[in-house]
């Protein structure tokens, strides 16, 4: 293990999520967050063979010397058919993939309206699950469909998790941003059941822009340093768009000065003075 790899510093864990580095591999997600100097690894189980096998998985934290502190199921359109199709079988194989890594975290996504038997019993199922295991199933917050100036949501029983009892919650402040939500107000009624964050900035368009954090409207700065004055113990993940970056170099600077705004951001104050 890296010096200072998985400890906890000053504000505790950042983690990169490897969606943050696509179109780039799952192994080339590991190399630049240990180069970087994030806490660890985020996986987002996709198309790529790598992310969908724990034992590559394995290798790749052991040769980095870099912790995987978070699962995040296959719940995207994009990987639908990844781990088959059954939506309950993706969670449980999810599970057992976190056990295995010790990672403590699974994130998953209300399901999508069409999936009717799956979304009718999806608190129930969570919550069984929930009770089977130590690995924390945070529900994500998404966000409603715009267009005309309608909504419609996508998701069910609902695009916010904030009041389906969920035990554990993932807040996306992308998301926050494309449902137009006050991250902070919804941070708050969460309380205790807030463990994980998706750090990333938005503009308020009706597109999930997931912008390094500073550059849009979200409160991520107040946000983080809420998050240290309470002593958040669950991790706080970069996931960034990076798709659009002109050179490795540029992905590499964007993923740089996202860690930074919230390595400085999530030191509460006192931390921070006793690092300047």
Same mark, same amino acid.
């Given at each position: 293990?890296?010096?200072? +790899?998985?400890?906890?510093?000053?504000?505790?864990?950042?983690?990169?999520?490897?969606?943050?580095?696509?179109?780039?591999?799952?192994?080339?997600?590991?190399?630049?967050?240990?180069?970087?100097?994030?806490?660890?690894?985020?996986?987002?189980?996709?198309?790529?063979?790598?992310?969908?096998?724990?034992?590559?998985?394995?290798?790749?934290?052991?040769?980095?010397?870099? %912790?995987?502190?978070?699962?995040?199921?296959?719940?995207?359109?994009?990987?639908?058919?990844?781990?088959?199709?059954?939506?309950?079988?993706?969670?449980?194989?999810?599970?057992?993939?976190?056990?295995?890594?010790?990672?403590?975290?699974?994130?998953?996504?209300? %399901?999508?309206?069409?999936?009717?038997?799956?979304?009718?019993?999806?608190?129930?199922?969570?919550?069984?699950?929930?009770?089977?295991?130590?690995?924390?199933?945070?529900?994500?917050?998404?966000?409603?469909?715009?267009?005309?100036?309608?909504?419609?949501?996508?998701?069910?029983?609902?695009?916010?998790?904030? $009041? $389906?009892?969920?035990?554990?919650?993932?807040?996306?402040?992308?998301?926050?941003?494309?449902?137009?939500?006050?991250?902070? +107000?919804?941070?708050?009624?969460?309380?205790?059941?807030?463990?994980?964050?998706?750090?990333?900035?938005?503009?308020?368009?009706?597109?999930?822009?997931?912008?390094?954090?500073?550059?849009?409207?979200? %409160?991520? +700065?107040?946000?983080?340093?809420?998050?240290?004055?309470?002593?958040?113990?669950?991790?706080?993940?970069?996931?960034?768009?990076?798709?659009?970056?002109?050179?490795?170099?540029?992905?590499?600077?964007?993923? +740089?000065?996202?860690?930074?705004?919230?390595?400085?951001?999530?030191?509460? %104050?006192?931390?921070?003075?006793?690092?300047?």
């Amino acid at each position: 293990m890296r010096p200072g +790899a998985g400890t906890n510093r000053p504000g505790g864990l950042i983690a990169l999520s490897t969606a943050s580095t696509y179109p780039e591999s799952t192994a080339t997600s590991f190399e630049m967050a240990a180069r970087l100097g994030y806490d660890g690894v985020e996986i987002m189980v996709w198309t790529d063979p790598v992310s969908q096998d724990p034992e590559a998985l394995r290798r790749l934290r052991d040769y980095h010397g870099i %912790p995987i502190l978070a699962v995040h199921a296959p719940c995207l359109l994009l990987t639908q058919r990844v781990w088959g199709t059954d939506p309950w079988a993706k969670l449980q194989r999810a599970r057992a993939v976190a056990e295995t890594l010790d990672a403590p975290t699974v994130v998953v996504h209300p %399901p999508f309206r069409w999936q009717r038997d799956y979304a009718r019993e999806f608190i129930a199922g969570i919550e069984r699950m929930a009770g089977e295991t130590d690995v924390r199933f945070a529900v994500e917050n998404m966000f409603p469909l715009r267009a005309r100036g309608r909504e419609v949501s996508a998701y069910a029983p609902d695009w916010s998790p904030v $009041d $389906d009892g969920y035990r554990h919650v993932t807040l996306d402040l992308s998301h926050t941003s494309v449902s137009r939500s006050d991250a902070m +107000a919804m941070a708050d009624r969460l309380g205790d059941r807030l463990a994980h964050i998706h750090m990333a900035d938005g503009t308020g368009l009706a597109k999930d822009e997931h912008l390094v954090p500073g550059r849009g409207t979200q %409160p991520c +700065a107040e946000l983080l340093e809420r998050l240290a004055v309470n002593g958040f113990d669950g991790t706080v993940v970069v996931e960034i768009n990076t798709r659009r970056a002109e050179s490795r170099d540029h992905r590499e600077a964007d993923l +740089a000065e996202a860690l930074a705004f919230t390595r400085l951001n999530l030191a509460a %104050p006192a931390e921070v003075t006793s690092l300047t």
